[in-house]
């Protein structure tokens, strides 16, 4: 009896079709999707986070300014320092609602990719990376698996998902 054994590729032999693997597109129908895509969710949110922080600073500010009221007009050159910081504020949460509306699209299509995924675990493994932002050695712990295990399934998974 025969037996080849198949030498690993080193990082240097890997093609260059196997470096693109990451911009694989995952599709079903119309419904296109990509692992870029899959991680725009969690920047989104990052994105909102960091306008919440802006906002609450400009809160901090705008409750800080104590108008003088002393009777007298204001120069044409003087400004509202609070009228500013509420026109300020008003604009911030006009974006954070703007982002949440593409942060719900983002995680329905992200929701619905996932979903194309028949194995409950392969779903579950899916969501806590794209969706909770969990590294895959949190995963592997929180599935009680080894972290190769768990870079096997997510491949599995993405696999699935572009042949559903």
């Known amino acids: 009896m025969l037996v080849l054994w198949r ?3 080193t990082t240097r032999q890997v ?14 129908g119309a ?3 990509t692992k870029h895509e899959l991680q725009r969710y969690l920047q989104i949110d990052a994105q909102i986070d960091e306008l919440v922080a802006e906002r609450c600073a400009l809160m901090d ?6 108008p003088a009221l002393n009777g ?10 609070i009228g500013n910081a509420v026109a300020l504020i008003d604009s911030i949460d006009q974006k ?18 996932i ?3 028949q194995d409950i675990r392969l779903q579950t493994g899916l969501r806590y990376k794209y969706i ?5 050695e949190r995963i592997a712990e929180k599935m009680d698996v080894s972290e190769r295990h768990i870079i096997r399934m997510h491949m599995s998974a993405l696999d699935k998902i572009l042949d559903a």
């Open 96 to 113: 954070i609602a703007e982002k949440m509306t593409e942060l719900r699209e983002e995680k329905d299509k992200i929701e619905c990719a």
């Open 7 to 9: 030498k690993r590729k």
């Open 15 to 28: 093609k260059k079709s196997d470096r693109t693997q990451k911009n694989r597109v995952y599709e079903r």
């Open 72 to 81: 007298m007009p204001h120069a044409p050159g003087v400004s509202d320092k």
């Open 31 to 33: 419904a296109v999707i």
């Open 115 to 117: 979903s194309r995924v």
């Open 132 to 136: 909770c932002g969990m590294t895959l």
């Open 61 to 66: 500010r705008a409750t800080k300014i104590t």
